[in-house]
């Protein structure tokens, strides 16, 4: 019964957490000029992921195989809760926009949306990796 569990939490978790992960929240993440390419990135890490596991499980018994599946899925929980950010109510034009003041060189200056602490990843809130948040930056910006 024990095995059918993490037969079942394996599958489950395979499926529920690293599709949504490489392809509904690569959609999202991404600034539209950068998307097919880092798309592409993610579906690629999936696939090589699933060639390294099959050289890793060869010749390895299914216990051991749902056991390494189940850990692994728990990591991947963890990983994803530090780094994936929240970006309800963010339009992708925040992307690009911080994407093109990165690419002038000046990423200091975006100040919208993604800087908000509810947008903020838990990586980028311990290590205070992120700019500052001015709720009427993007009005300002208009006015200017």
């Known amino acids: 019964q024990a095995l059918m569990f993490l037969y079942f939490a394996s599958s489950f978790f395979g499926n529920f957490g690293a599709n949504v992960t490489t392809y509904v929240m690569a959609a999202e993440t991404y600034p539209t000029e950068l998307r097919g390419t880092c798309h592409g990135i993610s ?3 999936g696939k090589a992921g699933a060639l390294a596991a099959t050289v ?3 010749g390895k018994s299914a216990k ?3 056991w390494i599946c189940g850990i692994l899925s728990l990591v991947g929980v963890i990983f994803t809760f530090i780094f994936s950010v929240d970006l309800t109510q963010v339009s ?3 992307h690009d926009v911080q994407l093109e003041l990165f690419l002038e060189g000046r990423p200091e200056l975006y100040e919208g949306k993604l800087n ?3 947008h903020l990843s838990v990586w980028e ?3 205070g990796q992120h700019g500052t948040y001015n709720p009427t930056w993007a009005a300002e910006l208009v006015l200017e």
């Open 43 to 45: 579906a690629f890490a």
């Open 56 to 58: 890793v499980f060869a």
């Open 64 to 66: 051991t195989i749902f």
């Open 92 to 94: 992708l034009t925040e």
């Open 116 to 118: 908000a602490p509810q």
């Open 125 to 127: 809130k311990l290590t």
